[in-house]
Nanobody, 123 residues
Framework: QVQLVESGGGLVQAGGSRRLSCAAS????????MGWFRQVPGKEREFVAG????????SYADSVKGRFTISRNNAKNTVYLQMNSLKPEDTAVYYC????????????????WGQGTQVTVSS
């Protein structure tokens, strides 16, 4: 069983950058495709980005395409979300998730979740 722990959240000014990390415990990290989701109060959790087990295939929500980059380091059991040109509408709790299936934008397809990390973008 893999456990996920996010870090890197915090307060950042609009236009700034932030890198989130998701550290996975366990020895089967490469067996999972990974995703980042985000959620604001009163709204459903939404897909942000996903990455294949080998890092070759990535997928992004239209709202972050060109600004966010997902990557992973399997040797460190870690997946990252580099966020650039941040906007106030990017403010949310960001969650890391893992799936044994293909990359999906549906949160129900993910088997494991982290506890989330808050990102607040001030205008």
């Amino acid at each position: 069983q893999v456990q996920l722990v996010e870090s890197g959240g915090g307060l950042v000014q609009a236009g700034g950058s932030r890198r989130l990390s998701c550290a996975a415990s366990g020895r089967t990290f490469t067996g999972y495709r990974m995703g980042w989701f985000r959620q604001v109060p009163g709204k459903e959790r939404e897909f942000v980005a996903g990455i294949s087990w080998d890092g070759v295939i990535t997928s992004y929500a239209d709202s972050v395409k060109g600004r966010f980059t997902i990557s992973r380091n399997n040797a460190k059991n870690t997946v990252y979300l580099q966020m650039n040109s941040l906007k106030p509408e990017d403010t949310a709790v960001y969650y890391c998730a893992a799936t044994v299936g293909p990359i999906s934008q549906q949160q129900s397809h993910y088997d494991l979740w982290g506890q989330g990390t808050q990102v607040t973008v001030s205008s």
